[in-house]
């Protein structure tokens, strides 16, 4: 008996929201968030706090209560800070777990609608086709050779074959494992329609306790890197604190001071900001490109946008619009390409759209099968062409084998069966057994309208009596060849300014289609990409030996009528010349190229759960230009953690300067715990939250690509920032003498010195944020962070130098206007050197993309 298709209207979404609210989330493991407690406790482990709680117990054995009650007040206000930045971070990454999970097409009323699997409820009707992770167990209502991977839950190897509800017959127990798909098993050809019986714990799934696979939580290299730069400050530090502890002891200050004076130096030393940097950057960094479509499924993926090298693309939907208009058509000799719809369509195509309508699914999910129906119902509405009393026997799908696809179907009024195949017109030759002569006649045919930029399909027909049995393979049907259909599928509007963009940014674009070689050749010259004359196909590449194929690569950059197992002998072949890839791909074959690119993007509009599931970012729109956009992205997170590192380490010398010189030269203190913590509130935002916003610069996409193993802390990264700490240092110290020199005493030129440090502090920030913008320049104010953390710190600044209490907290002494004068130009003086270096690093570029 046939497997028909009907279309249930399914729950409405008032019924879903309140079945939610009854049978919760469909997830096995409900996503746990830390609470305030547990943040708390991470902020107890860490150095800062304990070096916090150190010096304020030796200042209530001093007897400076005062002090220690500032210090434990600090500790909140790290924890406010930390907290605040916790949340932020966990916030995006939820954000990013809830696009990332599976999602699921489901007809609400009556309407088909993709939505997160974790948001299914039991009542449900979920659609289901070839790769798609099933959401929950349930009931098949109907379906059309529907075979599952059940290995997850059984361990079963083999796919299953799976009937629906009303066409059981024979064991029960047999039929009802046939007639439920369970959560966790994979679509792996044919499609149908289930209802929804189980969801999350309540599955079979989560009853066995298996959990599927998420996002994988991987090292970043930037991570090793900064974890030996801790562990190197550590070491140096802790030598250092204990030098300076003995030195102060034996100068007769008293032992307690010596160590309060070692545990200042430790704090002025210790990179704590570090590994927070990491933390926040690539977890906003991941929201930031799920805001422009781009899903980040593995997180260390941010790290090799930057590095891409070269980017393999798909044609069809990526590159073009997916949305397929029929614009070709040939039968019976006669060939019409038409640039505009036709007011009528002449009588000899009507067989032609008749047979092509009917090799389709009855509700198409595919562009080009919808754009065949409504070219069809547009055209031959009112004709005897259009059959709903006819009903399907049975569908023989595409396969790997044979790219085409047969739809039987029985007429009320006929005695035979009649099928309708369409497919590649290699494939529709095939099962027509045309002789050579009459397929090089047609391939004539092709050649003209591939040149027009047509997709085409080959469409044929066949009947078969009743009374016998139907084949098992399309071939023992004698198929009378129609003729050929020809779609096209228009140019994205901003896929040319994107690939000038890749020009510039030194990224080489390789199409890679399964299109003929004039319709890429054609699409190639349109968007510009190089040597697109250059055309390989399939078929010449599967005559190539892995050698020659490491030879041609490296000049072509269009590949046509190419099967999907092909794609990973390019990937790895790019990947052996020593190439960054990035991968683009919609289907189940597609999965083993994606795992191999060392970037793999899968399509979230038509792509399978499987493909999605290899990939390690997922386009929300397949737009070529999201792709773009993320290669910016993850190149301007680098860039701006490379920023925010450089500052680091350029802020933290004349915080060691100034708590180490003063002991060795027998000068008053200036910096006491107290001190260093106010810095590190500032140090703390400004490192993480104020360049993760920073924007990318001007001549980001007209630098070649970095290399993969580059450094975040290179040579000449490191020796700018020590140059600018040193600098810093210098100018720091030199007011500080010159205050002392000046007649000033040692709490007038603390505060002072400590004044200078800060607007010094505050014009590394500045000058930090950008290598070829001015520090001061008007784009400056469009950061919301910098100048908060800018005008936070002047007013905090002020308030502790004009309130009494908060001066004698301090240790300060009263300033004047011509004192803070002399801080503001000595602190915008340190960075003047930096920002001259710019303006003759500018000329020089600009003369160079000039040129």
């Not at 369509?345 to 999910?365: D, Q, T």
């Not at 016998?468 to 259909?485: A, D, Y």
């Not at 004009?802 to 240790?811: A, D, E, V, Y």
Request: aromatic share 8%; charged share 20%.
């Amino acid at each position: 008996m046939a497997e028909m298709i009907s279309r249930p209207s399914g729950l409405t979404e008032n019924q879903a929201q309140n079945l939610l609210k009854i049978y919760g989330y469909n997830e096995i493991t409900p996503s746990s968030q830390r609470n305030v407690l547990t943040i708390a406790l991470s902020v107890i482990r860490e150095p800062m706090f304990l070096l916090l709680v150190s010096c304020g117990l030796i200042y209530l054995i001093l007897g400076s209560k005062l002090e220690a009650q500032m210090l434990l007040a600090f500790v909140f206000i790290i924890m406010g800070i930390t907290f605040y930045q916790e949340r932020k971070t966990e916030k995006a990454l939820q954000s990013l777990k809830n696009l990332s999970s599976p999602r699921a097409v489901v007809i609400r009323d009556k309407v088909e609608k993709r939505i997160p699997g974790r948001e299914v409820v039991p009542g449900d009707i979920v659609v289901l086709k070839e790769g798609d992770r099933i959401p929950a167990d349930g009931t098949i209502i109907t379906c059309v050779n529907l075979f599952v991977d059940e290995s997850l839950i059984s361990g079963e190897s083999l796919p299953i074959r799976k009937r629906s509800i009303y066409h059981y017959s024979g064991d029960y127990k047999s039929f009802q494992k046939d007639n439920m798909v369970f959560a966790g098993s994979m679509v792996i050809r044919g499609y149908g329609l289930m209802k929804v019986e189980k969801t999350g714990k309540d599955t079979l799934l989560g009853r066995i306790g298996k959990s599927i696979q998420s996002i994988e939580p991987s090292k970043l290299l930037v991570q090793a890197e900064i974890e030996k730069l801790v562990k190197i400050f550590s070491i140096v530090g802790m030598f250092l604190c204990i030098n300076i502890a003995f030195w102060y002891g034996l100068l007769k200050y008293g032992w307690l001071n010596g160590i309060l004076a070692g545990l200042t130096l430790a704090m002025a030393i210790l990179p704590e900001e570090l590994p927070v940097i990491l933390t926040v950057f690539f977890a906003l960094g991941a929201w930031r490109l799920a805001k422009s479509n781009v899903l980040t499924r593995r997180i260390p993926v941010i790290e090799t946008l930057g590095a891409t090298t070269v980017l393999c693309v798909d044609k069809t939907g990526t590159l073009t619009t997916n949305r397929m208009e029929v614009r070709g058509l040939y039968s019976g000799e006669n060939l019409e390409i038409f640039q505009q719809e036709l007011e009528t369509l002449p009588e000899n195509f009507h067989n032609l759209v008749e047979f092509g309508i009917l090799a389709s699914l009855e509700k198409p999910f595919d562009p080009m099968e919808k754009a065949i129906l409504s070219f069809g119902q547009k055209y031959l509405s009112k004709t005897e062409h259009i059959h709903k009393n006819w009903d399907l026997v049975r569908e023989y799908p595409l396969s790997d084998e044979l790219f085409a696809m047969s739809n039987v179907w029985k007429a009320p009024d006929s005695d035979d069966y009649i099928i309708a195949v369409k497919g590649s017109p290699e494939a529709i030759f095939d099962l027509c057994h045309l002789q050579a002569e009459k397929i090089n006649y047609l391939q004539q045919i092709i050649k003209k309208m591939a040149e027009n930029d047509l997709r085409i399909i080959g469409v044929a027909k066949a009947e078969f009596k009743q009374d016998k049995k139907l084949p098992t393979i399309q071939h023992e049907f004698n198929f009378i060849f129609i003729g050929f259909i020809g779609l096209t599928d228009p140019l994205r509007d901003e896929v040319i300014a994107s690939i000038e963009l890749c020009k510039m940014a030194g990224i080489r674009i390789i199409m890679i289609t399964g299109d003929y070689p004039e319709t890429a050749k054609n699409i190639g010259k349109k968007i510009g990409i190089g040597s697109y004359e250059n055309v390989i196909t399939g078929e010449m590449l599967a005559q190539m030996d892995d050698k020659k194929l490491l030879e041609v690569i490296k000049n072509c950059n269009i590949f046509a009528r190419v099967l999907p197992d092909q794609k990973l002998r390019i990937v790895d072949a790019l990947k052996r010349i020593g190439e960054i890839v990035a991968m683009t791909g919609d289907g189940i074959n597609d999965a083993p190229a994606l795992k191999a690119a060392h970037i793999g993007i899968a399509m979230g509009e038509k792509g399978t759960d499987v493909a999605r599931e290899s990939a390690d970012i997922v386009l929300t729109d397949d737009n070529f230009s999201s792709i773009v956009s993320g290669i910016i992205s993850g190149r301007t997170i680098f860039d701006n953690l490379k920023k925010a590192i450089s500052y680091v380490i350029s802020i933290h010398i004349p915080i060691i300067g100034m708590s180490l010189f003063p002991v060795f030269m027998g000068l008053p203190l200036i910096l006491a715990p107290v001190h260093i913590v106010f810095l590190e509130m500032i140090i703390d935002p400004a490192c993480s939250i104020v360049f993760e916003a920073e924007p990318p610069e001007k001549d980001l996409m007209k630098r070649p690509p970095r290399k993969a193993n580059e450094s975040l802390l290179d040579r000449n990264t490191f020796f700018l920032s020590f140059l600018q700490g040193i600098i810093v240092f210098a100018v720091v110290f030199i007011v500080f003498l010159y205050s002392l020199a000046s007649g000033h005493d040692e709490y007038s030129s603390r505060a002072i010195t400590y004044i200078t440090l800060i607007i010094a502090n505050i014009c590394l920030i500045f000058t930090n944020r950008s290598k070829t913008r001015f520090a001061f320049s008007k784009g400056s104010f469009k950061n919301r962070a910098l100048i908060l953390v800018t005008v936070g710190t002047l007013v905090v600044l002020m308030l502790i130098n004009t309130n009494p209490f908060f001066r004698n907290l301090f240790n300060f002494g009263p300033v004047d206007i011509g004192d803070v004068f002399i801080c503001i130009v000595s602190g915008i003086a340190s960075i003047i050197w930096f920002e001259a270096l710019k303006f003759v690093k500018g000329r020089k570029v600009a003369k160079r993309f000039d040129a």
